[in-house]
């Protein structure tokens, strides 16, 4: 009876070893993002704007506002802000790259990935995040009008204190939790 039970003491341990093994370390330094827009902030920032508007779109639908149509506004136009800063740079490598990001969503696109030319990209890119930000825009606006003049008066500032990167992120101000 106990050689089985150290058997088994000791299979329980090898399993709980390989497991550990299997899952990595465990980081506590780093908070997941729990909220659409959180999870969208975090996007942004990486530069990954295909999740950023998803995350941000998945928040309207289901928490709609506002701030929820105005961060989604802001998301597309620091896309656009984007496409503008690499295109202006001549980083005509990167607007493929990103036109990529925004098209393959899928493992199928691996193997057959949408190819275009990188100005024709840029153009593209441009002109329909700037409908849609037209569009989210006029929609925050006319459910509250006074939280969307004050949020655009934050973006104004921040995009004048950071010219150079203002699309990275958003201004600090913009809590991207719901309230």
Not at 59 to 87: C, I, K, M, N, W
Not at 115 to 127: C, G, H, P, S, T
Request: some cysteine.
């Amino acid at each position: 009876m106990r050689s089985g039970l150290r058997r088994l003491s000791l299979v329980a341990a090898l399993v709980i070893w390989f497991t550990l093994q299997w899952a990595g370390p465990v980081r506590a330094d780093v908070a997941e993002p729990r909220s659409h827009l959180q999870r969208a902030a975090v996007f942004l920032m990486a530069a990954d704007y295909r999740q950023a508007v998803e995350a941000c779109q998945a928040e309207v639908r289901e928490f709609p506002s506002a701030r929820s149509y105005t961060f989604l506004t802001y998301v597309y136009q620091a896309l656009d802000g984007y496409v503008a800063h690499l295109a202006g740079t001549d980083q005509w490598v990167r607007v493929e790259q990103l036109y990529l990001n925004l098209a393959a969503a899928r493992t199928e696109d691996l193997l057959d990935p949408p190819d275009v030319l990188a100005r024709i990209a840029k153009e593209v890119i441009q002109q329909a995040v700037q409908r849609q930000a037209d569009v989210t825009a006029a929609m925050a606006n006319r459910l509250d009008h006074a939280l969307v003049t004050q949020l655009w008066q934050q973006q104004t500032a921040w995009r004048l204190a950071r010219p150079a990167d203002w699309w990275a992120s958003a201004p600090p101000q913009w809590q991207w939790e719901r309230p």
